[in-house]
């Protein structure tokens, strides 16, 4: 493999071309004959001995083929690294050398390898983790004080739709207890006691029907005039006569109204004797119209269940007709467990939350909502966060980008300036004008040039002077002679 000095024509041999770096596309050489520096650049698709065969062929000349020992380029040579200066080499017996320059600067590295990148890396780092930890901190602060704002708006409103039962169930009950202690009632004879059951269902109009039964559970009186009823077998007859409880209430399907009823019996006393029950039978949309009406956003409703568990009231129509039992409804069960405050549960695989609480009669007033709709606030908050953060994000990366640039423009020129100055241009010009330490680099790169260019002047003198000491060194041996 030969190699030929463009300037002086002269022809040199690699000793191993074996040895040179295929993954190089570009070798510096310069002749240490004439001086001349030149660089020699392969396509991808071709190898080195291709390329110095064809630049043999281009260059016209005839191959005279010289097999130097001592100055024979090596592959080593072409290899080194670029922080190491091409070595001065001497020539022995006049023969030119073709040294090998310093390798060029790698190129092509990725955005993140460089100082851009570093600085992108490093203003997102310093700007998106003090903004990342508020945005947690933030967040958990919000969510915490919406649970509690939901906890004690549930409370109060779980509180107050009780209140409402209780109120109403005191009041229905008082007056029975009222008219139990009247004369007529306590008398147990059917004509006096119907024209009191019927001022009572007139005062009271949710009452369809008032009536009063005997020590056995025989109906004795009724407003509504319709023929006498055994009622020995309902649990409201047995808990006042036979238990002696001073009220008792029973939810079930009426046997008048084919309709869910509620049913409220306090005894009747003559002296110390239990002589009957006094019972009022009640429409529960009575008290379900109040519980049923409560409504907060799209999802959020109240229901109440007696003490069975069984719907007393419940936006589902057919719940409270039919009595259906809720004994398993998430809340219902965790109240009988003991929970209390703000329940989270999952129902038909939606979240939700809730609250229970108990009336004076042991019933159950629950409200819940989608835990979606509770907390949509706290959503928006995030989305608002996450879009401050996308923001500020796209602001970082282009100032980021920006400054990289404007920091990194100068030394790529400086870059640039010296692999020029490597392979021998020494006129190139430093147009870096920085009044910072990209400056001070700048005029040290121009200092080291101005250096290099004052070396050569001064080798070239000195091997100019060369011919004329071989020549004085010849007269004098002459003469000696």
Same mark, same amino acid.
């Given at each position: 493999m030969k190699i030929r000095c463009s300037n002086c024509h002269k022809e040199f041999?690699? !000793?191993?071309?074996?040895?040179?770096?295929?993954?190089?596309?570009?070798?510096?050489?310069?002749?240490?004959?004439c001086g001349n520096r030149e660089i020699l650049q392969r396509s991808e698709l071709e190898s080195w001995p291709q390329c110095l065969d064809r630049r043999m062929d281009e260059s016209g000349l005839p191959q005279s083929p010289l097999d130097l020992h001592e100055g024979s380029v090596t592959s080593q040579d072409i290899a080194a690294v670029a922080d190491e200066p091409a070595p001065a080499i001497s020539e022995p017996d006049g023969a030119s050398l073709m040294d090998a320059l310093p390798m060029e600067t790698p190129k092509g590295r990725s955005m993140l390898a460089g100082l851009t990148g570093k600085v992108v890396l490093f203003m997102?780092?310093?700007?998106?983790?003090?903004?990342?930890?508020?945005?947690?901190?933030? &967040?958990? =602060?919000?969510?915490?004080?919406?649970? &509690?704002?939901?906890?004690q708006i549930g409370q109060q409103v779980t509180d107050g739709l009780v209140g409402q039962v209780n109120e109403w169930a005191d009041k229905n009950l008082r007056v029975l207890q009222a008219a139990s202690q009247l004369g007529d009632i306590q008398s147990m004879n059917a004509a006096e006691q119907e024209p009191i059951l019927k001022a009572i269902a007139e005062n009271y109009p949710w009452k369809y029907l008032v009536f009063t039964v005997n020590a056995a559970g025989m109906n004795v009186?009724?407003?509504?005039?319709?023929?006498?009823?055994?009622?020995?077998?309902?649990?409201?007859?047995?808990?006042?006569?036979?238990?002696?409880?001073?009220?008792?209430?029973?939810?079930?399907?009426?046997?008048?109204?084919?309709?869910?009823?509620?049913?409220?019996?306090?005894?009747?006393?003559?002296?110390?004797?239990?002589?009957?029950?006094?019972?009022?039978?009640?429409?529960?949309?009575?008290?379900?119209?109040?519980?049923?009406?409560?409504? !907060?956003?799209?999802t959020g409703f109240a229901f109440l269940v007696d003490q069975t568990g069984k719907v007393v009231a419940h936006q589902i129509e057919e719940f409270s007709k039919t009595g259906k039992s809720l004994t398993a409804h998430?809340?219902?069960?965790?109240? !009988?467990?003991?929970?209390?405050?703000?329940?989270?549960? *999952?129902? &038909?695989?939606?979240?939700?939350?809730?609250?229970?609480?108990?009336?004076?009669?042991?019933?159950?007033?629950?409200?819940?909502?989608?835990?979606?709709?509770?907390?949509a606030l706290s959503r928006q908050a995030n989305l608002f966060a996450l879009i401050l953060l996308a923001v500020t994000v796209v602001l970082v990366l282009v100032?980021?980008?920006?400054?990289?640039?404007?920091?990194?423009?100068?030394?790529?020129?400086?870059?640039?300036?010296?692999?020029? @100055?490597?392979?021998?241009?020494?006129?190139?010009?430093?147009? *870096?004008?920085? !009044?910072?330490?990209?400056?001070?680099? =700048?005029?040290?790169?121009?200092?080291?040039?101005?250096?290099?260019?004052?070396? @050569?002047?001064?080798?070239?003198?000195?091997?100019?002077?060369?011919? @004329?000491?071989?020549?004085?060194?010849?007269?004098?041996?002459?003469?000696?002679?």
């Open positions: 041999r690699i !000793k191993h071309p074996q040895q040179l770096n295929p993954s190089r596309t570009t070798v510096a050489f310069k002749c240490s004959g997102l780092l310093v700007s998106l983790l003090p903004l990342s930890i508020y945005a947690v901190i933030l &967040n958990h =602060a919000t969510i915490q004080r919406m649970e &509690n704002d939901t906890d009186a009724r407003n509504d005039g319709l023929p006498l009823t055994d009622y020995s077998d309902r649990q409201y007859y047995k808990d006042v006569v036979i238990g002696q409880r001073p009220f008792a209430w029973q939810t079930l399907i009426g046997r008048t109204t084919k309709k869910p009823a509620l049913i409220l019996a306090v005894p009747i006393h003559h002296g110390d004797r239990i002589v009957g029950a006094l019972c009022s039978a009640m429409h529960v949309e009575a008290i379900s119209d109040q519980i049923v009406n409560w409504r !907060k956003g799209e998430p809340l219902v069960a965790t109240f !009988k467990a003991g929970g209390v405050g703000l329940q989270r549960f *999952v129902e &038909n695989d939606i979240p939700k939350v809730g609250f229970i609480r108990a009336t004076e009669w042991n019933w159950k007033v629950g409200i819940q909502q989608d835990e979606a709709e509770v907390f100032v980021a980008t920006l400054s990289g640039r404007a920091i990194v423009r100068p030394i790529q020129q400086l870059t640039e300036t010296a692999e020029r @100055i490597s392979t021998g241009d020494l006129e190139v010009q430093i147009n *870096v004008q920085s !009044k910072n330490e990209i400056g001070e680099l =700048a005029a040290a790169i121009g200092r080291m040039q101005d250096s290099i260019r004052i070396a @050569i002047a001064r080798l070239r003198r000195t091997r100019s002077s060369r011919p @004329i000491a071989r020549d004085t060194s010849a007269s004098a041996a002459a003469k000696s002679s």
